[in-house]
C-alpha cells in the first residue's frame, strides 16, 4: 500500500526530482525490509522491539558504539565506491571479495617482507601494494571481457574463489603464525599498522575513505570519463559510435574496482585485524554490491549507505549477544533490501 | 604424496564414478538454467536456487527422515525463488543482471539465518544419504556399470529431469515456443505465442531443477549442511550453459568435466594429508574454478559466432497499437 501510495505521489509530481525520488524509494525499501526482519527476529524467538533497541544502541548508543558502525562502514564505502563506479557501465563485478582478500594478502606481504626502516613509508607501500593486488586480478576480469567477450560477473566470481585459494595457501604455509593454534596467518610488524583516532577507536583509514567520496563523485559527474562510463552503461552501441573505446574503458572500470576493493582489504588488514586472518572479510565484497545499490551509483549515496549497512553489522553484534537472535539475521535483512529496492523503483516508475 | 592413489589405474573407475556423482547436481542446475535461457531469461540467481533447494532438501530430509519429502522441499524451495525470478524479471521487467545477485544476496542472507536458527547450537547435523543401488546386468558392465549404474537413487531422478527437460525443450510443442521466445519474442508473439508466460514457467521449471540439484547434493551425497554449502555451484552452471553453448548435451559434458575435476582435487586433498601437509592442495582446490574459466575463456575464443539466444536478457515488452 505504502509503495502504491508513493507511486501516485511521485508520478504524478514532476517537481520532485529524480535524486528524491530514488531516496524515498530507498528509505521505503528500508522500512520494509526492517518489517520483515522483525518477522526473522519473531521467528528467531526474540521479541523485536528490545532486539531492535540493541540494534540501535550497539550501533550509535555510545562511542564505542560509533565507532564499531565506522570500523564496518570503511570497507562497505572502499569497495561500494568502486563497485558503484563499474555498475554505472553496467560492469558488473561481483567478485570484490576475493580482491579485498589479494588486497590484504599482498599488502601483508608486503609489509612483513621490507624492513622496518622504512617507517611510515611502510603503511604507505603496503596499501599501494594492496590496491594493486586487487586491481590486476580486476584487470584480469577486464581483459577477458574486452578481448573475448567472457561474461564479467561469471568470471570476476570464478577469480574470487581462487583468490581466497591463494590466500588460503599462504597462510597456511609461507606466511603461517605458527604460534596460533587455528589456521592464522602472520601479524604485521607496529610500524605497517594504521594508528588510530583517538576517542572513536577507529583507524585513520576512515579518512582515506572519506577522502574517496568526492574524489570518485568527481569522477562520476565532472569529468568525460564519467560521462563516457554512463553512456556505456545506458547505450553501448551509442557509445561505440561516439568513439568510446568500450573494451579499454571495461579494463578500466575493472582495474579500478578491483583496486579499491584490493586497498579495503590493504586498509582492513593495517587497521583492524593488524594479521592475515582468514575470516578478515566477513563478506564487505558481497554486502558492498548491496551498498552501490542502496546508494544508488552515487558518491553520496554510496557514503550514506555503506554508514547505514556498517550500523546494521555492528548493531546486529550487538543484537547477536544483547537477545539471542542469529547475527545472520542482518544478512537476511540486506538481502530483503535489495529485492525491495528493485520492486520499488519500478513501480514508482510505473511497470 | 601418494599419486597412485589420486590417478592410479585402480583409482580411475572410483574417480570417474564420483566424478559422474559430483557432476550431476551442477548438470541438473545447469540444464535448467539452459532452458530458462533458450526462452530469453538470463537467470543469475541459479546459485540462491540450489542453495535454497539444498537446505530445504536438508532440513525437509532432517525432520521427517524421508529422502523423498527432501528432495519435494528442495524442488519447492526452487520453485518459489523461480516465482520471484520471474516476478522481477517478467513482470515488473528490472534489470535482469541485478534481479539474479539480488536473488542469490538474498537467498545466502535467508539460509544464513536458517542455519543460526536452527543448527548453530547443536553439533554438525548429519543426515544419512541414500545407498548406492546396483542395477541388474549394467552395473556388471566394467568401468560403465560403476560409473553409472551404481549411484544412488537421487543421482537417477536427477538424470531422469535432465532428459524430460531436454526432451521437452526439443520435442515438444511447448520446447519450440521456448526456442522461438528466445530468439525472436516479437515474432514468437505474432504467431499468438504468450512471450512472458512462456519465460514465466520457463524460470519455474529452472528454479525447479536449480533446487533439485540443491537438494541432491546435500540429501543425495554430502549428508550435511553449512552456510553457503553449494560453494559456488550455481555459478559454474550459468558458466557451464555459457560453455555448453546453450545446448543442454554439451552443457552436461562440460559438467562431468567441472565433477570430475572436483573429484580429483577432493582426492588429492585426502592423499595429501590436510593442513599440515606441505603440498600446495589448495591449488587443486581452486582447480574446478580454474578449469570452468579456462573452458569458458576457451569457447569465447574458438566462437566464431555466439551460441547466445538473441533475446537473451531483454525484457519482451508488446507493442500495442493506439
Known amino acids: 500500500m505504502a509503495v502504491a501510495v508513493s507511486e501516485v505521489a511521485v ?341 | 604424496m601418494n599419486w597412485n592413489e589420486v590417478i592410479g589405474s585402480s583409482a580411475l573407475v572410483p574417480l570417474f564414478s564420483s566424478g559422474v556423482a559430483l557432476a550431476v547436481p551442477t548438470a541438473t542446475a545447469a540444464v535448467g538454467e539452459c532452458f530458462s535461457e533458450r526462452a530469453g531469461n538470463l537467470n543469475l540467481g541459479v546459485e540462491g536456487m540450489m542453495l535454497s533447494g539444498a537446505f530445504a532438501g536438508f532440513i525437509g530430509t532432517y525432520y521427517t527422515h524421508s529422502v523423498a519429502v527432501g528432495v519435494l522441499c528442495g524442488i519447492g524451495a526452487g520453485v518459489l525463488l523461480g516465482i520471484l525470478m520471474a516476478g522481477l524479471s517478467v513482470w515488473l521487467k528490472t534489470e535482469q543482471v541485478i534481479n539474479g545477485i539480488a536473488l542469490v544476496l538474498f537467498a545466502q542472507g535467508l539460509t544464513a539465518f536458517v542455519y543460526g536458527k536452527l543448527f548453530s547450537t547443536s553439533s554438525t547435523p548429519t543426515i544419512s544419504t541414500p545407498a548406492n543401488l546396483h542395477i541388474p546386468l549394467l552395473a556388471d558392465i566394467p568401468v560403465i556399470g560403476p560409473v553409472l549404474f551404481k549411484q544412488n537413487s537421487l543421482f537417477y531422478i536427477a538424470v531422469a529431469a535432465m532428459l524430460g527437460v531436454i526432451f521437452v525443450l526439443y520435442r515438444t510443442r511447448f520446447g519450440l515456443s521456448v526456442r522461438a521466445t528466445g530468439e525472436d519474442p516479437a515474432a514468437a508473439d505474432a504467431a499468438a505465442i504468450s512471450v512472458d508466460r512462456v519465460r514465466w514457467i520457463a524460470l519455474l521449471v529452472g528454479g525447479a531443477t536449480a533446487g533439485l540439484g540443491g537438494a541432491v547434493l546435500v540429501v543425495g551425497q554430502l549428508g550435511i549442511i553449512q552456510t553457503n554449502v553449494t560453494a559456488g555451484a550455481g555459478w559454474i552452471a550459468v558458466a557451464l550453459v555459457i560453455f555448453g553453448r546453450w545446448n543442454p548435451v554439451y552443457v552436461i559434458l562440460g559438467a562431468f568435466l567441472f565433477g570430475t575435476t572436483d573429484a580429483l582435487q577432493l582426492r588429492i586433498q585426502a592423499a595429501s594429508g590436510g593442513v599440515t601437509s606441505g603440498f600446495p592442495y589448495e591449488f587443486f582446490q581452486a582447480l574446478p574454478y580454474l578449469v570452468t574459466l579456462a573452458v569458458m575463456v576457451a569457447v569465447a575464443i574458438g566462437a566464431r559466432r555466439t551460441a547466445q539466444p538473441a533475446a537473451l536478457g531483454a525484457p519482451f515488452r508488446k507493442e500495442v497499437a493506439g
Open chain 1, 11 to 351: 508520478s504524478r509530481r514532476p517537481v520532485w526530482g529524480k535524486r528524491a525520488r530514488a531516496t524515498i524509494n530507498s528509505l521505503v525499501a528500508i522500512i520494509l525490509a526492517l518489517l520483515v526482519g522483525a518477522i526473522f527476529i519473531s521467528i528467531a524467538g526474540a521479541s523485536p522491539l528490545p532486539a531492535y533497541r540493541s540494534l540501535v544502541s550497539g550501533s550509535v548508543g555510545s562511542e564505542f558504539a560509533i565507532g564499531q558502525t565506522l570500523i564496518q562502514a570503511v570497507p562497505l564505502l572502499v569497495i561500494g565506491l568502486g563497485l558503484a563506479l563499474a555498475f554505472r557501465a553496467r560492469v558488473y563485478n561481483i567478485g570484490a571479495d576475493g580482491q579485498f582478500y589479494l588486497g590484504a594478502l599482498a599488502a601483508g606481504a608486503v609489509a612483513i617482507g621490507l624492513p622496518g626502516t622504512f617507517g611510515p613509508l611502510l603503511i604507505v607501500i603496503s596499501l599501494i601494494a594492496g590496491a594493486l593486488a586487487g586491481g590486476f586480478w580486476g584487470w584480469i576480469v577486464g581483459f577477458l571481457r574486452a578481448r573475448w567477450a567472457v561474461n564479467v560477473v561469471i568470471s570476476s566470481l570464478l577469480l574470487s574463489y581462487i583468490a581466497t585459494y591463494i590466500f588460503t595457501y599462504v597462510i597456511r604455509r609461507p606466511l603461517r603464525d605458527s604460534t596460533a593454534s587455528g589456521l592464522l596467518g602472520k601479524g604485521i610488524p607496529d610500524a605497517a599498522q594504521l594508528p588510530l583516532v583517538s576517542g572513536f577507536g577507529v583507524h585513520i583509514g576512515l579518512f582515506i575513505a572519506l577522502l574517496l567520496v568526492p574524489i570518485v563523485g568527481y569522477v562520476m559527474t565532472r569529468t568525460p570519463f564519467g560521462f563516457r562510463v554512463r553512456m556505456l552503461g545506458m547505450n553501448p552501441d551509442a557509445a561505440q559510435t561516439t568513439g568510446v573505446n568500450s573494451g579499454r574503458l571495461i579494463i578500466v572500470l575493472m582495474v579500478i574496482s578491483g583496486g579499491l576493493a584490493g586497498l579495503a582489504g590493504a586498509i582492513q588488514l593495517a587497521g583492524v585485524a593488524d594479521r592475515l586472518d582468514p575470516t578478515l572479510s566477513n563478506g564487505y565484497g558481497f554486502t558492498a554490491i548491496v551498498v552501490a545499490l542502496l546508494g544508488r551509483l552515487s558518491a553520496t549515496g554510496v557514503l550514506l549507505a555503506a554508514l547505514f549497512l556498517g550500523a546494521l553489522n555492528a548493531g546486529g553484534q550487538a543484537m547477536s549477544i544483547n537477545d539471542d537472535v542469529p547475527y545472520a539475521v542482518v544478512l537476511a535483512i540486506q538481502g530483503v533490501f535489495v529485492i525491495f529496492l528493485l520492486v520499488a523503483d519500478r513501480l514508482a516508475r510505473g511497470r
